[in-house]
């Protein structure tokens, strides 16, 4: 995708993050697919001084979408923590965080004029998502920013 952008010759401060000692939360979604993981690593890896975090949250896209086993959003109980306390252990939430469901259902599908949300009559030859398993979404979402879709 990136031949399609225009690009720019860096300046002095391309890839370059200013020093702070100021407390900063940076949340970013394995499978955002608009700030990739490996685009935001980078900016944890920086800013990795006293009570600045950098959370990957598992199977999250580019929102604040983290249902746990408990009913809550982990993400967002994060952020409140983080408000709350700088200082406090916030990631307790994270294992707890259930897996994307992609199976949808049929009233959603019938939303979209369809019995079925993996429907695709135009194109039978194309593979249909593994969503079985996160390991499968990681993988379909991996080939598809590739450009194998």
């Known amino acids: ?7 720019y010759a860096a300046d002095e401060y391309h890839n370059l993050f200013a020093d702070t000692d100021v407390p900063i939360l940076s949340l970013n979604g394995e499978l955002d697919p608009a700030s990739p993981l490996y685009q935001a690593e980078p900016v944890g890896e ?52 259930t897996p994307l469901d992609f199976t949808g259902t049929s009233s959603v599908a019938g939303l979209l004029g369809t019995t079925d949300l993996w429907e695709n009559p135009s ?27």
Do not use: K
């Open 46 to 97: 920086h800013f990795s001084g006293p009570n600045q975090h950098f959370v990957a949250l598992p199977g999250a896209p580019h929102s604040w979408a983290s249902p746990t086993t408990e009913g809550y959003g982990c993400a967002i109980n994060i952020f409140f923590n983080f408000m709350t306390d700088p200082t406090a252990d916030l990631l307790d939430c994270v294992p707890l965080i």
């Open 123 to 149: 194109s039978a030859a194309a593979p249909t998502p593994d969503t079985s398993s996160l390991e499968g979404v990681r993988a379909s979402y991996a080939r598809f920013l590739r450009g194998e879709f």
């Open 1 to 7: 995708m990136d031949e399609y952008w225009p690009t």
